[in-house]
């Protein structure tokens, strides 16, 4: 059995035949999957200085005198790399001084503290296949972020007390601003909500819950789902970006939600993030900085604030360092030019051509984490995965991102 390292949920029944060195056949992937697996062998990147190829020495050589006279440098990504690479990443920050900060939305970050702070109860996939007969994808589409989600864990599977599954004893309530693909499977308890309506339909559920009338959308739909979440057994809300955007700064509003869902029954909550070790990365952070996100490695202790944010921290650094990621396309348009303002040299350590390698004076090509390189990573309920690499590297010199950083780490 293989791994998929496509996405956060890091299935690992995938079955893969190996021929030559190299892959031929492939089963149980999504199609999401079947693309991280096809990746394999389209659009690998190249040692590259300032567009032109290079050895890789040479590229590891100049990546290293960048980070060597920068001032203040950003080594931003990180969700897209195994624990081990990760911690090789914190390593390099603290001998640079520098900030480090990964690309997922800072309103992730509220949720995943608050998880990890046990203000609001979690679970595991495994509880969620075996035992929960409610499943509320509220802001998030995991039909297309997280495509084998429904079929494994939260509405086709058979589990060990859910023996008949999505026919009698599972539903899904969906809540978002559009009929996704998960709405559409879920059609009977999709609740649709303006941009940024969030915080009103929080407001509206916890008047259900209290037995008063609620103030927006439709009062009977809203009773009705008051209903059903009194009714249930075992519960969670799987949180997804849309959700976290629109309550950002009201966090506080979700957590009382939870707490009065708990004083009736039982539910958990299960964050979504898409890449596949970003709740890795959090972990890491959070036990060897005291944060999870945005961290100053200057100094004598670890500086959180909004200074350290990759939005303002992209506006002060001289010199980037993305891996694990593809910045430029991931973030804000802002953002994202203040990563390439001249005078800021850019290094990107990637598998692929993105635009960020594009973009970047420095190219260091690495192993994809999963198949050409092992280690571990947390899946998004914070269960630990270890794998070996599937197959060996294409190029006899191309190194995991781990090796890479360590390389960097002991020539600075």
């Known amino acids: 059995m293989a791994i998929c390292t496509g996405c956060s949920l890091l299935c690992e029944d995938i079955e893969a035949t190996i021929k030559d060195g190299n892959v031929t056949a492939v089963k149980n992937l999504c199609r999401k999957g079947n693309g991280h697996y096809q990746a394999l062998k389209t659009d690998?990147?190249?040692?590259?200085?300032?567009?032109?190829?290079?050895?890789?020495?040479?590229?590891?050589?100049?990546?290293?005198?960048?980070?060597?006279?920068?001032?203040?440098?950003?080594?931003?990504?990180?969700?897209?790399?195994?624990?081990?690479?990760?911690?090789?990443?914190?390593?390099?920050a603290r001998k640079l001084g520098a900030t480090i900060c990964d690309t997922s939305p800072t309103c992730q970050e509220d949720l995943m503290e608050r998880i990890m702070d046990g203000k609001i109860p979690t679970c595991t996939l495994d509880d969620v296949r075996n035992f929960a007969d409610t499943s509320v994808f509220w802001g998030s589409d995991p039909s297309n972020s997280h495509p084998r989600h429904l079929s494994r864990f939260s509405y086709y599977p058979r589990g060990e007390k859910r023996q008949k599954s999505y026919e009698e004893e599972r539903i899904c309530v969906t809540v978002d601003v559009r009929k996704s693909a998960t709405a559409t499977l879920c059609s009977n308890y999709y609740f649709r909500q303006p941009p940024g309506g969030d915080a009103e339909f929080a407001e509206a559920v916890l008047a259900v819950l209290d037995g008063k009338i609620p103030k927006v959308g439709d009062k009977k739909r809203m009773i009705e789902l008051g209903t059903l979440l009194r009714k249930t057994e075992y519960g969670v809300i799987f949180p997804g970006p849309g959700m976290l955007l629109a309550l950002q700064g009201k966090m506080d509003l979700f957590e009382k939600l939870v707490a009065k869902l708990n004083e009736i029954t039982k539910?958990?909550?299960?964050?979504?993030?898409?890449?596949?070790?970003?709740?890795?990365?959090?972990?890491?952070?959070?036990?060897?900085?005291?944060?999870?996100?945005?961290?100053?490695?200057?100094?004598?202790?670890?500086?959180?604030?909004?200074?350290?944010?990759?939005?303002?921290?992209?506006?002060?650094?001289?010199?980037?360092?993305?891996?694990?990621?593809?910045?430029?396309?991931?973030?804000?348009?802002?953002?994202?030019?203040?990563?390439?303002?001249?005078?800021?040299?850019?290094?990107?350590?990637?598998?692929?051509?993105?635009?960020?390698?594009?973009?970047?004076?420095?190219?260091?090509?690495?192993?994809?984490?999963?198949?050409?390189?092992?280690?571990?990573?947390?899946?998004?309920?914070?269960?630990?995965?270890?794998?070996?690499?599937?197959?060996?590297?294409?190029k006899p010199d191309l190194l995991s991102d781990e090796q890479i950083l360590a390389r960097i780490m002991e020539a600075i």
């Open 44 to 92: 690998r990147t190249k040692p590259m200085i300032d567009g032109k190829e290079v050895a890789l020495d040479a590229a590891v050589s100049k990546a290293v005198e960048i980070l060597k006279n920068s001032k203040n440098p950003l080594l931003c990504g990180w969700s897209n790399m195994t624990m081990e690479a990760q911690a090789a990443g914190i390593l390099l």
């Open 267 to 394: 539910f958990k909550v299960l964050p979504m993030p898409e890449h596949c070790n970003t709740r890795g990365y959090y972990q890491l952070m959070r036990e060897q900085t005291g944060f999870i996100n945005g961290v100053s490695l200057r100094g004598d202790a670890p500086a959180h604030g909004p200074e350290q944010r990759l939005a303002a921290a992209a506006k002060s650094c001289d010199a980037v360092l993305a891996v694990g990621s593809d910045p430029l396309a991931e973030l804000p348009l802002a953002t994202a030019r203040a990563l390439t303002r001249a005078n800021v040299p850019l290094i990107a350590i990637d598998p692929h051509r993105s635009l960020t390698s594009d973009a970047a004076k420095v190219v260091i090509p690495s192993a994809m984490s999963g198949l050409e390189a092992g280690g571990t990573a947390l899946r998004m309920d914070g269960v630990k995965i270890a794998f070996e690499p599937l197959i060996k590297p294409g």
